[in-house]
Antibody, heavy 124, light 107 residues
């Protein structure tokens, strides 16, 4: 059974950074890419980027390219998303999602399994 | 990037009714790379359909999809109480993947 367990809620000040983790189990971590998607309060879903643990390839959305870094740790089957220079409009629930299909797809896959979400609040 | 538009924004129906949700893309979605997700408030999204017509695990055949090119439809026949949620379409054939704004299906 695939499980994706995200780190707990964070409160950050504007200008700070946040690093959210997504610990996976139940499948071969390096076989499937992981996307990060966020959802501002009362809003829709926004794709931020994708990473594969197979070779570390990433694909970031243009809106986040200069502020986000996605990494993986194969020893713990954990994916990380770090967002820097936080602003109030970064307040959102951040989700990790596992690709439906295995391979180096650069995000060209729907997400079948999801973490529970991590609320990041940015406030002075 | 491909912009997705969903209609209606809100759909009010009764259990047992048939729901038809629309998703329109600003340009052709390659290889029918269109997915639908269900999201219940406070929960993560859940994959309903992929490839425009293929049901994901756990969803009954009351859920069906159709369409190609720029116009796609999710149909839910015989609505059950647990079906009332927000539904998002997503195209994943072109980078970056993009989501529609969602349709709220309410009782």
């Amino acid at each position: 059974q695939v499980q994706m367990l995200q780190s707990g809620a964070e409160v950050k000040k504007p200008g700070a950074s946040v690093k959210v983790s997504c610990k996976t189990s139940g499948y071969t971590f390096s076989d499937y890419g992981i996307s990060w998607v966020r959802q501002a309060p009362g809003q829709g879903l926004e794709w931020m980027g994708w990473i594969t643990a197979y070779n570390g390839n990433t694909n970031y959305a243009q809106n986040f390219r200069d502020r986000v870094t996605m990494t993986t740790d194969t020893s713990t089957s954990t994916a990380y998303m770090e967002l820097r220079s936080l602003r109030s409009d970064d307040t959102a629930v951040y989700y990790c999602g596992r690709d439906l299909w295995f391979g180096d797809l650069f995000g060209r896959s729907p997400q079948e399994d999801w973490g529970q979400g991590t609320l990041v609040t940015v406030s002075s | 990037e491909i912009v997705l538009t969903q209609s209606p924004g809100t759909l009010s129906l009764s259990p047992g009714a048939r729901a038809t949700l629309s998703c329109r893309a600003s340009q052709r979605v390659s290889s029918s790379s269109l997915a639908w997700y269900q999201q219940i408030p406070g929960q993560a999204p859940r994959l309903v359909l992929h490839g425009a017509t293929s049901r994901a695990a756990g969803f009954p055949d009351r859920f069906s999809g159709s369409g190609s090119g720029t116009d796609f439809t999710l149909t839910i026949s015989r609505l059950e109480p647990e079906d009332f949620a927000v539904y998002y379409c997503q195209q994943y054939g072109n980078s970056p993947p993009t989501f529609g704004p969602g349709t709220k299906l309410e009782i």
